[in-house]
């Protein structure tokens, strides 16, 4: 019943859908069976919200939503999909229950990473034969983690995350025929090949470039190439069956793509159509009219009234109390429920001493962190500056040695010296006479400084080719 009335009461929206460190969103409220677009919005991060700090990452889209004048705290993710990690499985004559438990399986072995560093989705569709596959993405844990935190610090709750391409072409669209999805993104486009109610293949092509109108001509034929060499990968009955080819965009440069696709794409019997705009039912709700596509409003129509994305990496959420009714609800453990109960009274009592005392402590904090983190700037600049200012000049006295015992004729000629940190010198060059050469190493051995100077490679005649290396030593002295 709780469940029942948080879905009746999620009637709004905030779509947002992330591609590079552009971030896009729009507002979208479901009122009598038709949608209602609200404020949209698009701009720049200059922060990272992969490497950058999650509260700043959060305070600057908090900056930007508040400056748009958006309030809606619920928001459905549109993630890039170059985080994306695919593997296609067949699936074996298996009872129903046990399908998950072998993509579980099947996931562990041919993902690089464990199931513990992986968010995991899957579709599957059926070939014409009666054969199942599935197409099995993951996401990085720690990539979806860091973008909750970064949500979460902007005063966002994340109800979905998904991929930008899988909202505007449903998986379940027009199941009986194949369909090929292209969602163009500020540098890459996304492709997706849809078959039998599921995902054929999901990939990315990398290097898209929108600037001149000659370098969109070349990229319009590696989409086709990138397309051409997709199907080829699929089993012969998707294959055939793919015929037609959706590219979703409204600007000028996605309608010069479709063109220069279309005429390709004809050649390989194939249908190419531009989706500038959204059909009115689209979603099983009103749409106005027109309403321009991109990946945030389909995530968030998706969410209000379609169902929820076909594929959703958003970690599901256990409450506290959840966990503690599913485990004592029963009369029979009504006794040891009342006595987690009791324990469970005492620790949030011993919990919320512990609190104040904290509270305390991060007060004395505050008062010297300014002083704490100058000393820590401090010491960060000490080490890395540490290494220039030793007094010994080890280097410089390396090479005086080794010029010092060469000849001042071109007798003996040194062509490469490399130093490592160890302490180690190694000279390679070029010498007439090998006695010569004998006289360099005996005078290096007497060196100060200088440890076990020797030739290490001596290789051709007049003039020979030699490999002299030695040690510099601390227990000399200069």
Known sequence: MIEFLKKRRASSVLGLSLDGNRLEGVELRR???????????????????????????????????DAAGIRERRCAVCVPLNWALT?????????????????????????????????????IYRLPGGERQATQVALPRDHVTRLEKALVAAKLKPVAISLGVTTLQSPGQDAAHGVVALAMGASSVGLQVSFGGGIAALRILEGAS??????????????????????????????????????????AAQRELAQEIRRRAESMGMNVELVTSYAANEFGAGLPANTAVSPALSLAARQLVAG????????????????????????????????AGFVALVVIILFL????????????????????KELDDLQRQIKRFRPWFDESFAS??????????????????AKSIEIRDAGLVTCTGTTRDSKVLVKVV?????????VDAQVTGLTGTSPSQFTLSFRWGAAKEL
């Open 31 to 65: 009122t009598n069976g038709s949608l209602e677009v609200g404020k949209a919005f698009s701009f720049a991060l200059t922060l990272d919200p992969l490497t950058n700090d999650a509260e700043l990452v959060g305070q600057e889209i908090r900056n930007h939503l």
């Open 87 to 123: 593997l296609q499985t067949k699936i074996p004559e298996l009872p129903e229950a046990d399908i998950a438990s072998f993509l579980q399986i099947e996931a562990e072995r041919g993902f690089p990473y464990g199931p513990e560093a992986l968010l995991l989705a899957n579709t």
């Open 210 to 251: 929108e600037s001149e109108d000659d370098e969109q001509s070349l990229f319009a034929e590696a989409v086709t190439r990138e397309l051409r060499i997709t199907l080829g990968q699929l089993p012969a009955e998707v294959r055939e069956a793919v015929r037609r080819v959706r590219i979703f965009g409204a600007d």
């Open 308 to 339: 929820g994305a076909a594929l959703d990496f958003l970690p599901p959420k256990i409450s506290a109390w959840q966990e503690f009714t599913g485990r004592y609800g029963t009369r029979k453990l009504a006794p040891i429920g009342a006595a």
């Open 353 to 372: 001493a512990q609190q104040w005392q904290l509270a305390g402590l991060r007060s004395q904090w505050s008062a010297m962190s300014l002083q704490v």
């Open 396 to 413: 410089l006295s390396m090479l005086r040695r080794l010029t010092e015992a060469f000849p001042e004729d071109s007798t003996v000629v």
């Open 442 to 450: 005996e005078r290096l051995n007497s060196a100060p400084g200088v």
